[in-house]
């Protein structure tokens, strides 16, 4: 018995004596060592390294430290469930019931930083915004400053125009820059964005034509190259970005026997080359079923595509790289969501630098 306890005790001496010890070595390193240290943790690493002490707190949260880590750090892109990104930043709306939404009901926007904890919301536009469009952001690296643009209607609905409303972060207001050419859009038909190269290029499912707004110039221009060079009839088409080439996920219904099936296919957009789309690689018939709307979702540096659906709580996870496909877990069920799987996803890049 005394043994036993004589053996206790000297196995906790044991462990007081090693953390007593570990804790020395990490108190007698500089500041400046512990910089480069932390400089090649994983975000995720580095924001649990900032609950150890205050002294790590202080280190980690300086300005020079984080300037630094934002640009050399290991990059982790994380594939989220959420209406729109860019740089750090989310942008989300709120109905007027204050429910969460996606950035579609337009009544009104919040530019956050989930990583450092920090929110704005943007005042209201002066237009009356009444039908779904399209919202993208941008935002400056250098700077920290970030534009919103919104293509929606406007309380013009005999006339059906549309127009194109920019929130600048620098001046904190909306702007109306013009409206969107007769032609360049279908009035009262949701369509979807991205920006790529200083453009932010729109989709519309109607003509299946592609058209930009560039904007710094300003301007608008379309292809001449139908987007849909495979399918007739097509489905709402998904534009996103993947490893630096502008990309689609198109699609159409097909009927076998009484039911329906989605055939789906990414394409890649190459202005240089004619007809200026080729095909990347056909979707799995994962999503035959579930003929919902389907999304997809790339990176500008990443071999990786996301694909989701609205009514399938299934994931696929397309490697450019290795030409494979790979179905992911099954989408969660929160259980005070609406029964059916994940509308939309981005690739996300937490960031410090960034404030709103």
Partial sequence: MKAGLRRRVTRRQTE?????????????????????VFMLLPLHDLLMMRSVCKRWQRIT???????????????NHWFLMFPEAAGGLLCYAHTLQDQHSSTQDWKCLFVCNPVTRTFKRLP???KQRLKKRSAQMIVEPETGAYKV???????????????LEVYDSRTKSWSVKN?????????????????????????FTKDGYLSSYTVEGLEWSMTPQDIFPTYTKPRPTQLFVSQGRL????????????ARVLSLMILEFDQTKLPGWSPVSRVPPLFGEYPGAVRAMGHIDSSFI???STRCPRVLLYNRSENSWTRIS???????????GPSSAFPFEPRLDILV
Avoid: Q
Wanted: aromatic share 16%; net charge negative; with cysteine.
């Fill in 61 to 75: 949260s300086t300005a020079s430290f984080i300037g630094v880590y934002s640009h050399k750090a290991p990059k």
């Fill in 247 to 258: 990309c689609c996920l198109v699609g159409r219904e097909e009927r076998c026997g009484n």
């Fill in 16 to 36: 007081s004596l090693y953390f007593e010890s570990s804790d020395g070595r990490w108190s007698i390193l500089t500041d400046d060592l512990l910089e480069t």
């Fill in 179 to 203: 409206f969107i050419p007769e032609g360049y859009c279908e009035p009262w038909v949701t369509y979807n964005s991205t920006f790529f190269d200083g453009s932010v290029y729109f989709s």
């Fill in 330 to 340: 099954n989408f969660p069920d929160y259980g005070h969501l609406p029964k059916c």
């Fill in 306 to 308: 996301c694909v989701t």
């Fill in 149 to 163: 643009l919104v293509a929606i209607g406007i309380n013009s609905m005999l006339l059906g125009y549309d127009t």
């Fill in 124 to 126: 209201y536009s002066t």
